[in-house]
């Protein structure tokens, strides 16, 4: 079941593809591996990188048209086929039909694809989002591991949104820790179950967090709306 939460509804579609619903504004979150189902078009789109589980075009044209407004990280430039995109950078925000939207840093520590050489540099570029809906914000961190820079979100988030798979982003221990500098309302994992990690990843981080954060694991859910 998604997640309802002070006004604001959120409904996992998988990996770290998400539908955010509040104040008559509908955000997708890095749509990727959507099943073939009607979605009900999105006003806001971001991407936090352009690798193909994040920026995928066949995705993306599912949940976004010529009225869409698509804010992604910068090195997605030449590769969004459709909507309306602005690009951000970590520490630069924009505000599109009345949802303010931030990046933050995101990169990774001690996830490396050859001796040296991370997965995603931190001069690579890509970003995490701060989403503020009303009085909630929503933090999607993107694909990255337990950084310096989340202490400076503490007492900034309502829900983040943290991935729990390893290999490519934190581990679920690692995340464990990085909800505790942040210390949001509720914690929802992500990125498991399409390329690595499974729901016991999910399950391990919220395990681990009992009695300190709230967390939820949410059910991937498809959407199919008239």
Request: glycine residues 10%; neutral net charge.
């Amino acid at each position: 079941m998604p997640l309802e939460y002070k006004g604001v509804r959120i409904t996992y579609l998988e990996h770290d593809a998400f539908l955010i619903e509040g104040g008559n504004v509908r955000i997708y979150t890095d749509p990727f591996k959507l099943p073939q189902s009607r979605y009900p078009q999105g006003d806001v789109v971001t991407i936090s990188h352009e690798h193909f589980d994040h920026l995928s075009p066949d995705d993306l044209r599912k949940v976004a048209g010529p009225g869409t407004d698509v804010v992604a990280s910068g090195n997605c430039r030449g590769k969004v086929p459709v909507g309306r995109t602005t690009f951000l950078s970590p520490g630069s925000s924009v505000s599109v039909k009345g949802v303010e939207i931030a990046a933050v840093p995101a990169y990774n520590v001690n996830k490396f694809r050859a001796p040296g050489e991370p997965f995603h540099p931190r001069n690579y570029g890509g970003v995490g989002f701060l989403i503020k809906l009303g009085d909630v914000t929503v933090y999607h961190a993107g694909d990255t591991d337990h950084i310096p820079e989340m202490r400076e979100l503490k007492g900034r988030v309502t829900v983040a949104l943290l991935p729990t798979s390893g290999t490519y982003v934190m581990t679920p221990e690692e995340a464990a820790e990085a909800a505790l500098d942040i210390s949001p309302e509720i914690a929802i994992p992500m990125h498991w179950g399409a390329i690595v990690g499974g729901r016991g990843d999910a399950e391990r981080f919220r395990d681990i967090l009992k009695g300190r954060v709230r967390v939820e694991v949410l059910d991937k859910e498809k959407v199919q709306r008239s």
